[in-house]
């Protein structure tokens, strides 16, 4: 991530930098998640009506994403009540690259893909501020990647995302819907095992 940024694709609003980072940021970065993963487990998160999610969680920073039975919310903790483990340098150069003039991101989500996950059309509207982008960082397996706009109905557009593809919601895809259809499962050999993992860093509360 020493290098000047590229163009990005721009879909609908959402910056897609492909192969934005190189094979040896992609090792440091799933070196650097698997540390986390040892102080904060992955966990298979439930939503407020009692349904499994079908990827697997973590998270690191001042501030976690979770839910369970009491909502969708941000906490302190990990469910075990551990702190969650700071957010990596390597990601946070990645955040830096990308939103020079932003604050810290208070959060960094972890997402695990395994061979039949997927994530449902949301918006990321937990957030106390919608003022600074999300940025998402892709490795391991590819992903196709849905993206909408702010209205539910409106038509959507999808990308395949792959290891080192980096995608920037600020602007008007800041609280546009996006999700995952599906994961090509074994189409990369960056991980131990395969699957794909998404970090998404963003702003809860600018301090
Ligand atoms: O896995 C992805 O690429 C998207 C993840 C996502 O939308 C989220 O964590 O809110």
């Given at each position: 991530?020493?290098?000047a940024?590229?163009?990005p ?9 492909k192969?934005l980072l190189s094979i040896?940021d992609?090792?440091a970065?799933v070196?650097?998640i698997?540390q ?5 487990p992955?966990y ?14 973590t ?38 690259a990308?939103?020079p ?7 960094c989500?972890i997402?695990?893909?395994g ?77 131990l ?8 860093l ?6």
């Open positions: 991530m020493e290098r940024l590229p163009e694709l721009m879909i609908k609003g959402f910056l897609v930098y192969g040896d992609q090792r970065l070196q650097e698997r986390v993963a040892e102080i904060a992955f298979s998160p439930i939503t407020p009506g009692g349904r499994p999610m079908s990827v697997r969680m998270a690191a920073g001042r501030l976690g994403w979770i839910t369970d039975r009491r909502g969708y919310r941000y906490e302190p903790q990990h469910p075990s009540g551990i702190s969650w483990p700071p957010i990596p340098d390597s990601v946070m150069k990645i955040w830096t990308l939103v003039n932003g604050p810290s991101p208070d959060c989500l997402n695990y893909y061979e039949q996950a997927r994530m449902g059309l949301h918006q990321d509207k937990d957030e106390g501020d919608f003022s600074y982008p999300v940025v998402s960082i892709s490795l391991g397996d590819d992903g196709l990647f849905r993206m909408g706009e702010v209205g539910r109905t409106a038509k959507t557009q999808s990308v395949w995302l792959s290891s080192g593809d980096v995608v920037v919601m600020g602007g008007a895809a800041r609280l546009a819907w996006h999700g995952i259809d599906r994961i090509r499962f074994g189409s990369s050999s960056l991980l095992k395969a699957g794909r993992l998404n970090l998404t963003r702003v809860v509360r600018p301090v």
